[in-house]
């Protein structure tokens, strides 16, 4: 058994758990990378990443690059380490810095290779309607998400469950994961395996990705905008402005509306799809704070339009 020197990887929130699992270790996280500091908010003040921040917090040395290349891989080298970890850094590692470390990289990705290969994996098996998914750690390689397989964590979806909420309980059981195969690592038995089944990509999403077609059938409705929640997030137009759709469930036993017409049933605000309705539960108005889909109705003006677009 021998203590490994890691250089980690990682940005958003997700990565956090990973880190805080290596640093709690018997190995040494020698650097952490993570993207530069950006505008965020209203007033796109400069923010560091979560990552970013936890390092701080661990009292950990950061190098900060939007790309692993130059400064970065150089930074890395001088570290000298045994094996170098990524966990939704944002980026790609290249050569030279792909076998800069000893043992090379590894990844945790958060869906059951080979399903999912790129950027939106849980955005993504969501929307499609899968129903379950997972977190699996691999060997970088430099074809994008091909690696072998050290170890893989299978978790439900649930009927309701946001791609937020899931990548945020993905995000724990991948992160306990990742500790197991790095102790396999350092102890000599690990074992990869190539990867087998149907490869699906999951390239990142654009805002447009969020936009509700109503002619779709409603559980397509609905699994468009939990997977979309809360980035980018899913939105309609009416009356020629935005309207943010935060939550929205099927509508079961209620009549058919023509898709894209509005109506309202008790105190449920209903829009019709290409099945049955779906009900709006939450809704945003541009330039307005989040309420519940009834009150925005109930307060619309007057002569609105019954048709979301």
Known sequence: MSDLVLVFAGSPAAAVPSLQAL????????AVITRDDSPQGRRRELTPTAVASAATALGLPLIRANRLAGAATD??????PDLGVIVAY??????????TPRLGWINLHFSLLPRWRGAAPVQRAIIAGDDVTGASVFQLVPELDAGDVFGQVTQPIGAHETSGHLLDSLALSGAELLTRVVEAIADGTAQARPQHGDVTLAPKLELEDGRIDWTEHATTVVNRVRGVTP??????????????????AIARGEQRLAAGHLAVAGNRLLVGT????????????????????????????????LVAQ
């Open 231 to 248: 980035e980018p997030g899913a939105f309609t137009t009416h009356d020629g402005l935005r309207l943010k759709v935060l939550d929205a």
């Open 75 to 80: 930074a890395v080298r001088d570290l000298e």
């Open 23 to 30: 640093t709690a270790s018997r190995h040494e996280v020698a």
């Open 90 to 99: 944002g980026g790609l590692v290249r050569e030279p810095l792909l076998s």
């Open 274 to 305: 290409g099945s049955e309705p779906i009900e709006l539960v939450t809704v945003q108005p541009a330039g307005k704070k989040p309420m519940r889909a009834a009150d925005w109705w109930r307060g619309r003006a007057a002569g609105a339009s």
